[in-house]
């Protein structure tokens, strides 16, 4: 069954690209549940055993992507919330696998601090672009990406393996689709013009981070 689940992934998360390059909204719309969805299908059979938090965190995901279906600034906003849901949940997931001793301290220090390095940089670029109401509540949403990476790392570090390179990785493309989403959304003359490298980066980021908690 977890065979029928990874195609089902495959197939909506290819024509869903496909849909993405050619700015196809109605069929974007269409097959984009099904990405997340399918993971989440995915994860519980072939998940032993099954984790509430990391299903928790799979589910507010795939809330998330199907209210940013909506058009607006307000979906937009909800949508958000529902994946900052997911980002805490990760975190809570993640922490239960860290043995902190384990982690060098200057790590545990810096790793949140390049984080907010970056995210500070991004939002630079970006200041004059995002509505004023809404940029501090971004700027903490990626922030608070950016800490999930570092526990993701964290993680890595006290137990190196597939499992934690996968999940670490994954996490890093979840940040790295969030920024691009950003230029695409609020960047009108952004080298990013398509949602397609936003939705190649969190499929495949996504998958790495399920394939990372099996």
Do not use: Q
């Not at 390059?21 to 399918?38: A, M």
């Not at 990760?90 to 200057?106: C, M, N």
């Not at 500070?120 to 990406?145: A, Q, S």
């Not at 996968?166 to 952004?190: E, N, Y």
């Amino acid at each position: 069954m977890k065979f029928v689940f990874i195609a089902i992934f495959i197939i909506a998360a290819v024509i869903h690209l496909y849909a993405s390059d050619k700015k196809d909204t109605k069929l974007r719309n269409i097959t984009k549940p099904f990405i997340l969805l399918s993971l989440i299908g995915f994860y519980l059979v072939a998940a032993d055993p099954v984790s509430v938090i990391f299903l928790l965190a799979l589910c507010f995901c795939w809330i998330g992507d199907v209210l940013l279906i909506k058009k607006g600034l307000k979906w937009f906003v909800i949508g958000g919330v529902s994946f900052l849901i997911s980002h805490f949940l990760l975190i809570a997931g993640y922490t239960i696998d860290i043995e902190f001793s384990k982690v060098p301290v200057l790590v545990i220090i810096i790793l949140p601090l390049i984080f907010v390095a970056l995210v500070t940089i991004i939002f630079w670029k970006l200041e004059l672009h995002f509505p004023k109401k809404i940029f501090f509540p971004l700027y903490g949403y990626l922030l608070t990406n950016g800490i999930m990476n570092s526990f993701a790392i964290y993680r890595l570090i006290c137990d190196p393996s597939i499992a934690t390179v996968s999940t670490a990785v994954g996490a890093a493309m979840f940040f790295l689709s969030d920024t691009i989403l950003f230029f695409v959304r609020f960047k009108k003359d952004s080298i990013f013009k398509t949602h397609f490298l936003v939705m190649l980066t969190y499929s495949v980021g996504k998958f790495l981070i399920v394939f990372g908690l099996l």
